[in-house]
């Protein structure tokens, strides 16, 4: 696999600004434009589109920057989406490229970092997993591994989910045993951990295999992940023989096991993709205005599972430009394989795979699969996609429904866009944590999530009123100082408190304060009888009291959003209490870093000891110059 591309583009060397007039119509938004191509030069480039705040609205690439630009002046030829952008236009900001392929992927690059509104986006762009077997150790390491690619070794994937790696991983084991421990852990064994026992690594760490035979594990693994199921297959077929003719029956009972769990991989995974190699595949389907892409993963024959993605803004976009748009942002991250299948032509296709292989560094190709396996594969990803779609339109639909029933049930005028969730966490005052998530209509949006470390300067020990003023005052002072205007999404419909008439009282006197007047809050409570009909008592604004019906859906829909709260609250918490629990007293010792911090402890044994130490005690401890030994000194005592 090879190392993702450094960011090839410099915007500053070639970027220029144009502003036109703020007024907010249709025919400002030309004129600023018309201003623009009078500059312009018939080169490949990023375009973007401004308003007057200088928000991006559209990003997109051309072949020849002046041409293009010119079509967005004939407003009567333009989609009814195109011209609501243009008659907010009031900026253009230009980047010109050396060809179209590189304008392809600053396209791309600059759709996932400014998110523009009338993009087609994909909206689940999360890293995916991918296995690691580390080239760094005499003794390779298999682990699974998300984000940017650093560590020296070989990559295999993307793997659809962190569910189908682990799966794989677990099978890799039994069948490879190759370690998945850290290196101090590998460093500091002196017996076999219980992965030895249940025959689920070599133990190279305390010798039970050496180099070369852990080396030649290491091979299988990699003929394996590169698609030679059969070789290995046959490897160990013939070595178990060997084994039981030599009356060697343990070993020979170990290398059956091996291959009981080869069969078991490729019964899960090759399902249907034997003989296509390495494709990622790519099926679209649309009705009523939605479209759902279905994505499958081939490497080696092997199918590294499939997920599906629901692109958002792709109103009156016809549907080969959702699908070049997904795909050019979704190998923003992802290496592509050097075959990808789609259902359909792109008129585009060779320019997207030109740029594809620029950035990985080997030909990609785009093919419509027509016969033989890969049109068997592609008829199953347009099944999935279809099935993927009727969910995603039915659970729309429920969450419409509740949302109006939500409505109907608090006196909101109409259902709500974006619900905020809010609770507090602690144990009898320490590491105070405050936590905030969000729902709307597609569900939650854990990207909206915050945490706020709870600073104490109002909110006493134990106080749990306190903290949820401090948390109130920070996010809504926030809020009218970054959005005055309240004119975005990211102010609240409803607010609902974890919490009874206290919290809510806080959270109102907060609000008042601030002169928001028009946010609804409700606390949620449980109820008198909560231990034994599961319902809750909603307090709201007015000092009243209301119930739900212990079988009403959406009495469950708002214990799901009060439980959300709680997973993130307690979660962030617990992190928040292991780290402090690892914290040492030298961290607060300014320009004292992790190996000194080691020096010193390792020197005087705790940090209290290293506080209480004299000036001349510092200066005899190892790797501790006169100059640190008297930092730490005038740090604790001059205190």
Same mark, same amino acid.
């Given at each position: 696999m090879s190392e993702p591309p450094v960011d090839r583009f410099n915007e500053e060397k070639s970027t220029f600004t144009l502003r036109g007039a703020d007024a907010p119509d249709l025919k400002a938004g030309v004129a600023a434009i018309r201003n623009v191509l009078a500059t312009l030069p018939l080169r490949p480039g990023v375009y973007r589109m401004q308003d007057a705040r200088g928000d991006v609205l559209y990003v997109g690439k051309a072949r020849a920057l002046r041409n293009r630009v010119a079509n967005y002046t004939q407003v009567d030829r333009l989609p009814k989406r195109l011209q609501r952008m243009v008659a907010q236009t009031r900026s253009m900001t230009i980047v010109t490229t050396n060809n179209e392929a590189e304008a392809l992927l600053l396209e791309a690059q600059l759709i996932k970092r400014y998110r523009p509104a009338f993009n087609v986006l994909l909206r689940d762009d999360k890293s995916f997993p991918f296995i690691l077997l580390r080239a760094d150790h005499a003794f390779p390491r298999i682990q699974k591994h998300r984000g940017a690619r650093r560590s020296v070794g070989h990559y295999y994937g993307p793997f659809a989910s962190a569910g189908s790696v /682990? /799966?794989?991983? /677990?099978?890799?084991?039994?069948?490879?045993?190759?370690?998945? %421990?850290?290196?101090? &852990?590998?460093?500091?064994?002196?017996?076999?951990? !219980?992965?030895?026992?249940?025959?689920? %690594?070599?133990?190279? %760490?305390?010798?039970?295999?050496?180099? +070369?035979?852990?080396?030649?594990?290491? +091979?299988?693994?990699?003929? &394996? !992940?590169? @698609?030679?199921?059969?070789?290995?297959q046959a490897k160990l077929g013939t070595q178990m023989q060997a084994a039981a003719e030599a009356m060697d029956f343990e070993l020979a009972a170990i290398l059956r096991d091996r291959l009981k769990a080869l069969t078991f991989i490729q019964?899960?995974?090759?399902? $249907?993709?034997?003989?296509? @190699?390495?494709?990622?595949?790519?099926?679209?389907? %649309?009705?009523?205005?939605?479209?759902?892409?279905? +994505?499958?993963? #081939? *490497?080696? @024959?092997? $199918?590294?599972g499939h997920r599906s993605f629901f692109p958002a803004h792709t109103t009156d976009v016809p549907e080969e430009e959702v699908l070049t748009s997904f795909l050019s942002q979704f190998y923003e991250d992802v290496p592509p394989a050097r075959s990808i299948l789609l259902d359909r032509e792109l008129s585009e296709g060779a320019l997207l795979a030109e740029a594809l292989g620029e950035r990985a560094g080997y030909k990609v190709q785009l093919s419509v699969p027509q016969r033989g396996d890969r049109r068997r594969l592609m008829d199953q990803a347009k099944r999935n996609a279809v099935e993927a779609l009727d969910r995603r339109?039915?659970?729309?639909?429920?969450?419409?429904?509740? !949302?109006?029933?939500?409505?109907?049930?608090?006196?909101?005028?109409?259902?709500?866009?974006?619900?905020? =969730?809010?609770d507090n966490s602690h144990i009898q005052g320490s590491?105070?944590?405050?936590?905030? =998530?969000?729902?709307g209509p597609e569900g939650f949006q854990k990207g909206q999530y915050r945490k706020f470390n709870i600073k104490g300067n109002e909110a006493a020990t134990n106080d749990d009123f306190g903290m949820m003023?401090? =948390? &109130? *005052?920070?996010?809504?002072? *926030?809020?009218?100082?970054?959005?005055?205007?309240?004119?975005d999404a990211t102010w609240p419909d409803l607010v609902l408190i974890d919490g009874g008439r206290g919290q809510l009282g806080a959270a109102m006197a907060v609000l008042e304060d601030l002169g928001i007047e028009d946010v609804c809050l409700v606390g949620v409570a449980k109820g008198p009888h909560h231990g034994r009909e599961g319902r809750e008592v909603f307090h709201m604004m007015d000092g009243s009291e209301r119930m739900l019906p212990v079988n009403a859906p959406l009495l469950f829909y708002l214990q799901r959003l009060r439980d959300e709260v709680h997973r993130f609250v307690i979660g962030a918490h617990r992190d928040k209490r292991a780290k402090a629990m690892g914290a040492s007293p030298?961290?607060? =010792?300014?320009? #004292?870093?992790?190996a000194r911090k080691k020096a010193l402890l390792m020197h005087f044994g705790t940090g209290r000891a290293v506080r209480n130490a004299s000036l001349e005690d510092l200066r005899k401890a190892?790797?501790?110059?006169?100059?640190?030994?008297?930092q730490v000194y005038d740090f604790y005592h001059s205190r």
């Open positions: /682990n /799966n794989t991983l /677990n099978a890799l084991q039994k069948l490879f045993l190759l370690r998945s %421990c850290t290196d101090s &852990f590998f460093k500091t064994r002196d017996r076999p951990c !219980l992965l030895y026992q249940i025959k689920r %690594c070599s133990a190279p %760490c305390v010798g039970r295999i050496d180099e +070369a035979g852990y080396a030649e594990l290491v +091979a299988d693994a990699k003929s &394996f !992940l590169a @698609g030679k199921s059969t070789q290995v019964g899960a995974q090759a399902i $249907n993709a034997e003989g296509v @190699g390495d494709a990622d595949i790519f099926a679209l389907a %649309c009705r009523e205005g939605v479209m759902g892409i279905q +994505a499958f993963f #081939i *490497r080696g @024959g092997q $199918n590294w339109l039915a659970e729309s639909t429920t969450q419409a429904k509740l !949302l109006r029933e939500l409505a109907d049930f608090f006196d909101l005028s109409d259902p709500p866009q974006r619900i905020e =969730v809010y590491n105070a944590l405050g936590a905030m =998530v969000v729902a003023r401090e =948390v &109130f *005052r920070r996010r809504f002072a *926030r809020q009218l100082e970054e959005n005055p205007d309240r004119d030298l961290d607060e =010792v300014p320009g #004292i870093g992790p190892p790797g501790v110059s006169q100059a640190v030994a008297q």
